[in-house]
C-alpha cells in the first residue's frame, strides 16, 4: 500500500537546482530530512530491539542463494532506516523513507506463506507486530498529516527557488546573446 501525491514538475526543478544552484539543493534534501526525522525516528522506534522470533537469531540464506539474510541485528538495521530525496530517476519517488535491507522485507512485508514453516512464522510476526507493514507504513501514518503540510511548504520553497535560478539563467543568456550581437 503506498501513499503517493503527485506534483508535476518537481523532478525538473531539483535537477535544475542541482545544476544551477548545489547549495540550495543540498538545502533542500536537509529541510526534508529535518521534516522527515519524526517519521524516521518512529519507524525506528517500531522496530524489534531483539530478534522477532527465536529463529532469527541464527544466520539464514534462501536455498541456492549466498545472500544471508539473518540473523536479526537491530543495530544495523536501525541505521537502515533513512528518509530519501531523489530527482534522477524518472518514474521514483522524489522524497520518501526506506528501509534498505533484506531483513526488512522479511520482517516487514511478510504476509504469505509457501509452506508450513512459513506459514508459522507468518502467524507468529502477525501475533506479535501485528499486519504487513509492521514498521514503515505504521510510521508514516502517525506522522503523515504533520509531514504532507511541512512537504508542501518546502514545496513551494522549491519551486520558487527554481523560478529565481531560471530567472537568473534566463538573464544570463540574454546578456550572453546581447555580447554575441554586438561583438
Known amino acids: 500500500m503506498t501513499t503517493q501525491i503527485e506534483v508535476v514538475g518537481v523532478k525538473e526543478a531539483l535537477a535544475t ?12 534534501t536537509k529541510d526534508y530530512a529535518k521534516i522527515a526525522k519524526p517519521m524516521v525516528d518512529d519507524a525506528k522506534a517500531l522496530m524489534p530491539k531483539t530478534a522477532p522470533m527465536s529463529g532469527w ?23 537502515q532506516v533513512k528518509a530519501f530525496t531523489s530527482g534522477k530517476k524518472r518514474d521514483a519517488a522524489i522524497f520518501g523513507m526506506r528501509w534498505n535491507s533484506r531483513t526488512a522485507v522479511l520482517f516487514d512485508m511478510t504476509g504469505k506463506a509457501a ?69
Open 17 to 28: 537546482l542541482n545544476s544551477l544552484n548545489k547549495t540550495v539543493r543540498r538545502e533542500i
Open 57 to 79: 537469531e541464527r544466520s539464514w540464506s534462501p536455498r541456492g542463494r549466498g545472500e544471508q539474510i539473518l540473523p536479526w541485528q537491530a543495530q544495523g538495521e536501525l541505521k
Open 115 to 183: 509452506t508450513p514453516q512459513g506459514e508459522q512464522m507468518v502467524t507468529t510476526l502477525g501475533a506479535r507486530f501485528g499486519s504487513p507493514s509492521r514498521v514503515m507504513w505504521k510510521a508514516y501514518e502517525r506522522s503523515a498529516n504533520d509531514v504532507q503540510e511541512e512537504l508542501k511548504q518546502l514545496l513551494e520553497k522549491i519551486m520558487r527557488s527554481y523560478s529565481e535560478a531560471l530567472g537568473y539563467r534566463t538573464a544570463l543568456i540574454a546578456r550572453a546573446e546581447a555580447r554575441m550581437i554586438r561583438g
